[in-house]
């Protein structure tokens, strides 16, 4: 019994949903790509001055007005999935990692 459930469920594959809710803040770009592809849209932006969009307690790290941010959104079933990547000191290879995580049903005006 064991075994014919667990390879019955090779055909199985994870939704996007599922996979989107893996990410963890301080993950990579290659990460994210290696998981879910390549994102619908990609803006590279900066925190406005005089903003505190950068101090919400959710973000994994903190950014202030003037840092540059990139926005990746993905689509999947009429649901919004979004990932801002803040440039962190620490990294050797690719500075920009995963600070802020949100998914909506709508999408987020720019």
Same mark, same amino acid.
């Given at each position: +019994?064991? !075994? ?11 939704? =996007?949903?599922?996979? =989107? ?11 994210? *790509?290696? *998981?879910?592809?390549?994102?619908? %849209? +990609? %803006?590279?932006? %900066? ?10 307690? %959710? ?25 801002? =990547? ?10 920009? !990692? ?13």
């Amino acid at each position: +019994m064991g !075994r014919s459930d667990s390879l019955g469920m090779l055909w199985f594959k994870p939704s =996007f949903k599922k996979k =989107f809710s893996q990410i963890k803040g301080g993950w990579s770009p290659s990460q994210v *790509l290696e *998981l879910l592809g390549g994102p619908m %849209e +990609m %803006e590279d932006s %900066e925190i406005p001055l005089g903003s505190d969009w950068g101090d919400q307690p %959710e973000m994994t790290f903190r950014m202030k007005p003037g840092d540059a941010v990139q926005q990746w959104m993905f689509e999947d079933k009429g649901e919004y999935y979004y990932l801002w =990547f803040a440039k962190v000191s620490y990294a050797d290879d690719d500075p920009w !990692r995963v600070t802020l995580i949100k998914k909506t049903s709508r999408p987020i005006a720019k």
